[in-house]
């Protein structure tokens, strides 16, 4: 089992920055890949950015590249989503996710549901 839990979120106004964590407890994560979800009401559950946690390369969606960076800290189990240049649109609550390595190239692509192990969610909204 592992458990997830994020913190950071708040309230920001467009252009600023918030810096999400999601710590890790249960296992070691070296057989994992992580990815960050966001979800506004209403609507499905959208990728943001994935790290495969052995090498920690890293995936983004089209809509956050270039302003968010994903990253991990092994020593601490704890994942990070910095996120930059926020818009209104990035408003929504952010989960952190975890599954086993699939151990295949494209598994960011997959959908939320490959995932095992969610966090509690930590909203953010971005003020215009």
């Known amino acids: 089992q592992v458990q997830l839990v994020e913190s950071g979120g708040g309230l920001v106004q467009a252009g600023g920055s918030l810096r999400l964590s999601c710590a890790a407890s249960g296992r070691t994560l070296s057989s994992f890949v992580m990815a960050w979800f966001r979800q506004v009401p209403g609507k499905e559950r959208e990728f943001v950015a994935a790290i495969r946690w052995s090498g920690g390369s890293t995936y983004y969606a089209d809509s956050t590249k270039g302003r968010f960076t994903i990253s991990r800290d092994n020593a601490k189990n704890t994942m990070y989503l910095q996120m930059n240049s926020l818009k209104p649109e990035d408003t929504a609550v952010y989960y952190c996710?975890?599954?086993?390595?699939?151990?295949?190239?494209?598994?960011?692509?997959?959908?939320?549901?490959?995932?095992?192990?969610w966090g509690q969610g930590t909203q953010v909204t971005v003020s215009s």
């Open positions: 996710a975890a599954r086993r390595d699939p151990a295949y190239g494209l598994y960011w692509k997959d959908p939320s549901s490959e995932y095992q192990y």
